[in-house]
């Protein structure tokens, strides 16, 4: 029988390793280099996902996450605020619209990959706030910690000796720590004492803590965060926002109907809305003065309305940051600008279309776009194309612009064109735009006749025998300028949101949590007394959780104190 060994070194250190009592097989010099980890399973891959969702790095990644995605409602317009802006968005890209109106950039907030975000960062908020808010409390109703041992060993340390004088030394050690209790308690900590007996003799002792309003601001903030979450979520869809351009003289009754845009809520019915009524009374503008830096801009507008609610009439008006109060709805002022009244009639002098036309202003001087789409009465479809320039002047090289947003000299130009304007199959058409790739031009650009010029209360021949068009005079009878020729309109938007007042409450209470989490600092005092040679020794010593600079001001104050109310601040020396 024969047996064989090896001596080499990587045998003996295997060897050792393998032995050593210390050390087990899977240690990272062990002998076994495969670690075998358990399988997680489906619930244990779930309940790591949920730990990963909950936790506060998660939290704050997702917040980042959801500003980030927030971005694009500052960009684009927005459906729901700026319908207009939208519309004119659309004729300005043509060709990028439809892609970014797939990806929802025009309705951020409604979108679903918002919402999903949104979603996942509320659950993210409950699954952190709740463990935390179960740990607080049982913290609030636990005791202060036991006087640690060794108080040396803390930095912000000091101790003081003191001679008892004729009282019994035992005596003056248990007064001391008395006095030091009701210090601290007056200070605002929660106090424990805690005396303790041993061979080197009795020592007694006060534990005191605060600054749990830190880790309560802290909670308070998050809930209060969950509480913005969730009643902008649910308020949502209870909430309505619609809007409507409406001309001097109109009404506009708050019907679903009335609206020219709407977006509710899933859960606001067709009679949500409230009953009342606006009349546009008259648009008022006031323009800076002649000769000053911002000569010709203008300086403040107001809507004068008629409101008529429950039977009841008022005079109000809508300005600019100041938004008209109805039955629970806020009209804000969105835009304004001149809609000239327009007349079209055949060849057999009927009248076949009147309207004041809302046009699109495109400068601070007003020179504004608008679309005139004459369906029935007329051989063949009629739709024109007009610039209105309020105060018309020529440049060199004989293009209009105009020179003031007032009524100074009013002019509209004219190009016409007919066909088929594409609106008889039901295909909804924007009423701000003229597509002319199916039309013929019959006056202006493309055409043998020139763009036709009026001024208010004239008439031009359509070419060819079609009849006439007339740019209505809207001026008083004893008027002698233009200054009231041309009517203006209001763009309004209609607010409903029952839960603005709580958003506001819930974030205020979420300021007021995070000024607590910031300002108030978490920490523990002890005040520690023992007798040794006939003298007390007082041990203080201070321990903050986290940064906290002040830590040792906050024990010299408590040692001069302490001293100051057992009124013997000469018979005690302090070192640190």
Known sequence: MSSSRSDSPAHKKDAVTSSDPLRPSDHIDGDNGAITQPRL??????????RQLTSMRTAIILLLVLAIAA??????????????????????????????????????????????????????????????????????????????????????????????????????????????????KALGYRVERYDAASRAGRTYSVSAERGYWRETGNLLFHIALV?????????????????RVVVEGQTFVNTLLDYESMNRGRFVSDDALSPYSMTLDSFDVTYQTYGSAASGQAGDFSANMTVRENGETREASVRVNHPLDIAGNKVYLLGNGYAPTITVRNADDEVVYRNSVPF????????????????????EQLGIAAFFYPSAVKNDNGAFASAHGDLLAPLLTLRVYEGDLGID???????????TDELTAIAGDGSETPSIELQPGETAELPGGRG???????????????????????????HHDA???????????????????????????????????GEVRLEYAGLARGEDPTLGGAVDDLVTGHARLLDAPSSATTRK
């Open 41 to 50: 399973g489906f619930v244990g891959w779930l309940r790591w996902g949920w």
């Open 71 to 184: 971005i694009p409602g500052s960009i684009f317009p927005q459906r729901m605020a700026d319908p207009n802006g939208v519309t004119q968005w659309q004729a300005d890209n043509p060709d990028l619209f439809p892609v970014l109106d797939a990806m929802d950039l025009f309705d951020v907030y409604l979108s679903p990959w918002f919402s999903a975000i949104y979603l996942l960062l509320f659950i993210s908020l409950v699954g952190c706030v709740i463990p935390r808010v179960r740990h607080h409390l049982k913290a609030l109703r636990a005791r202060p910690p036991r006087t640690p041992a060794r108080l040396q060993r803390l930095e912000d340390y000091r101790v003081a000796v003191r001679t008892p004088g004729e009282t019994d030394a035992d005596a003056e050690a248990s007064r001391s720590i008395d006095v030091a209790q009701k210090q601290l």
């Open 227 to 243: 509480g913005v979450l969730v009643t902008v979520g649910v308020g949502g869809s209870f909430a309505y926002t619609g809007q």
């Open 360 to 379: 699109l202003p495109q400068d601070t001087a007003l020179t504004s776009l608008g679309v005139i789409k004459v369906t029935d009465g007329m051989p």
């Open 425 to 435: 199959d039901g295909t909804p058409k924007s009423v701000y735009v003229l597509d």
């Open 468 to 494: 006439s068009i007339t740019f209505e005079d809207e001026s008083p009878a004893d008027a002698t300028d233009f200054t009231q020729s041309v009517k203006r309109f209001a763009s309004l938007q209609v």
């Open 499 to 533: 839960s603005a007042v709580w958003v506001l409450v819930f974030a205020l209470l979420s300021l007021a949590g995070l000024m607590l989490a910031l300002f108030i600092p978490r920490r523990r005092m002890w005040v520690k007394a023992s007798v040794a040679d």
